[in-house]
């Protein structure tokens, strides 16, 4: 039209124009915080959820831990990404995210073993003199590959975020509320949020993960396996388990708490798990990254009650197929209480969390103590006192 005026002369035209890119701006800010949200939830609930899940089954001791660290970090750091994300441009999102992909890379790596450490220390006093599941050299060296290809991954959720926010916004109503449809759009960043959980889970929780999973089935195979089984009619594997089943079975309860003692999952690494049944049973087997019983499982009982009656005499002990280490407080004590242990003392030992164990002796002659020992390979006496 001749005479139409161009809508940047018209006032009324130009005021509806910069209202609505007001509101879309705003609609954007609001959305970042929910794309981080939804995306944080998701990452959250399939990379640790199912992995507390699993553990939860495995009767894994503290198999919440995880999740609860990770609720309080990676979600948080994803929110906070998000939210910021919505104050910039398109371009600006994607080194945010791919922050987020090295940051919360190194939070999956660090979460099982210092996070734990940290967060379980009120739970167990234990922790606060030694360490949970020292982390191994295998998963520091992963780091590098994980913060990779997470930042990989955070420059398509960035992508992700500018597309999902725009559709939402699309969908949203007259003024400019978020509606159920646009919730969903984020929701098409679900492939992204998989990937971030898979990478999580296969890095840092399946190795720690499989060696219990391994001593479960051993302990259910004990517990409901009929003896007398053919096992020339098994898998090499499944003969193992069930034969070690059998062999341990008469020391098994139905209820029992599995605790991962020591992890190193390289080629040439090996795990320590360690049990402890209802009845008072100790139990402690040696896995290679392979899942052979090549150390064997032997009687955690039985086997620091021997540490003791060689230490608190001589200063040393032996260890078997591990290295025997007495930290320098240990063995000032030992040299001013040491003496021979007799068959009226009375040794206790009480599994605490990871590998710690609290040994007791009990003396008719008041000269009762308590050592407090940890590791799985070396076997630290970190510290005695007079009781």
């Known amino acids: 039209m001749i005479n139409q005026r161009p809508?940047?002369?018209?006032?009324?035209?130009?005021?509806?124009?910069?209202?609505?890119?007001?509101?879309?701006?705003?609609?954007?800010r609001a959305a970042g915080w929910r794309y981080?949200?939804?995306?944080?939830?998701?990452?959250?609930?399939?990379?640790?959820?199912?992995d507390a899940v699993q553990l939860f089954g495995l009767h894994t001791e503290y198999w919440w831990a995880?999740?609860?660290?990770?609720?309080?970090?990676?979600?948080?750091?994803?929110?906070?990404?998000?939210g910021i994300g919505g104050y910039v441009n398109w371009l600006l999102k994607l080194p945010l995210w791919v922050l987020f992909g090295v940051i919360a890379g190194w939070c999956a790596i660090h979460i099982p073993f210092n996070g734990?450490?940290?967060?379980?220390?009120?739970?167990?006093?234990?922790?606060q003199l030694v360490e949970f599941l020292p982390i191994p050299d295998a998963a520091t060296d992963s780091f590098g590959m994980l913060a990779t290809l997470g930042a990989c991954l955070g420059v398509l959720v960035g992508l992700m975020q500018s597309v999902t926010v725009n559709w939402a916004w699309e969908r949203s109503t007259e003024d400019y509320k978020i509606t159920l449809g646009g919730w969903a759009m984020f929701l098409f960043a679900f492939p992204l949020m998989f990937a971030y959980a898979f990478l999580f889970d296969g890095t840092a929780h399946l190795p720690l993960r499989a060696p219990q999973q391994?001593?479960?089935?051993?302990?259910?195979?004990?517990?409901?396996?009929?003896?007398?089984?053919?096992?020339?009619?098994?898998?090499?594997?499944?003969?193992l388990v069930y034969l070690l089943g059998q062999r341990w079975k008469k020391n098994f309860t139905p209820a029992y708490t599995v605790r991962l003692a020591s992890s190193e999952p390289s080629a040439v690494g090996e795990s320590y798990v360690d049990v402890t049944?209802?009845?008072?049973?100790?139990?402690?087997?040696?896995?290679?990254?392979?899942?052979e019983f090549t150390g064997g499982c032997y009687d955690l009982n039985a086997e620091y009650t021997r540490y003791l009656s060689e230490f608190i005499p001589r200063g040393s002990f032996r260890c078997a197929d591990c290295q025997a280490r007495v930290t320098q407080q240990a063995a000032q004590w030992r040299a001013e209480n040491a003496r021979e242990l007799t068959s009226t003392d009375k040794i206790q030992i009480v599994h605490g969390a990871g590998s710690s164990i609290r040994a007791r002796v009990q003396s008719q002659n008041q000269n009762s103590f308590e050592c407090l020992l940890w590791g799985a390979n070396p076997v630290i006496v970190e510290s005695c006192e007079s009781k």
Not at 116 to 127: C, G, I, M, P, S
Not at 217 to 231: E, F, K, R, T
Request: proline share 3%; glycine share 8%; with cysteine.
């Open 7 to 28: 809508i940047e002369l018209n006032p009324y035209l130009k005021m509806r124009g910069e209202s609505q890119l007001r509101a879309k701006h705003a609609f954007e």
């Open 36 to 50: 981080g949200m939804v995306f944080g939830a998701l990452v959250l609930v399939m990379g640790y959820g199912w």
């Open 66 to 82: 995880k999740l609860a660290i990770a609720l309080v970090t990676i979600l948080p750091l994803s929110i906070l990404i998000g």
């Open 116 to 127: 734990a450490r940290v967060a379980l220390q009120t739970f167990d006093v234990n922790l």
């Open 214 to 239: 391994l001593i479960h089935s051993v302990i259910q195979s004990g517990l409901n396996d009929a003896p007398d089984q053919d096992q020339t009619q098994m898998e090499i594997h499944r003969a």
């Open 277 to 291: 049944f209802t009845n008072g049973f100790n139990w402690r087997c040696r896995i290679t990254t392979y899942g």
